[in-house]
């Protein structure tokens, strides 16, 4: 077992940054690759983006690729997502998940996840 749980949420104005993190705890962090997600109010939960066992790869949604930046610290056991240049429509709950295999975007292919954070984004 693999526990997440994130951090970093809350409200920011259109154009602001904010900081995710998510701590895991449980078995070895560097033996999974980890992803974010993000479910809007009415919306299926989608892809953000997602990076490699050691960190050397990464890949991202088109709708967060050049404003999100997903980055880990494998000696602290932690995920992060750094998401400029904020938009309203970012707000959603953001969860980071774990998952033993590369390059999935659908989220049937991830294993473990966190309880969420809430992200809003006010105009």
């Known amino acids: 077992q693999v526990q997440l749980v994130e951090s970093g949420g809350g409200p920011v104005q259109a154009g602001g940054s904010l900081r995710l993190s998510c701590a895991a705890s449980?078995?070895?962090?560097?033996?999974?690759?980890m992803g974010w997600f993000r479910q809007a109010p009415g919306k299926e939960r989608e892809f953000a983006a997602a990076?490699?066992?050691?960190?050397?790869?990464?890949y991202y949604a088109d709708s967060v690729k050049g404003r999100f930046t997903i980055s880990r610290d494998n000696a602290k056991n932690t995920l992060y997502l750094q998401m400029n240049s904020l938009k309203p429509e970012d707000t959603a709950v953001y969860y980071c998940?774990?998952?033993?295999?590369?390059?999935?975007?659908?989220?049937?292919?991830?294993?473990?996840w966190g309880q969420g954070t809430h992200v809003t984004v006010s105009s």
């Open positions: 998940a774990a998952t033993k295999d590369w390059g999935h975007r659908g989220a049937e292919n991830y294993d473990y």
């Open positions: 449980g078995r070895t962090f560097s033996n999974y690759v």
């Open positions: 990076i490699s066992w050691i960190g050397d790869s990464t």
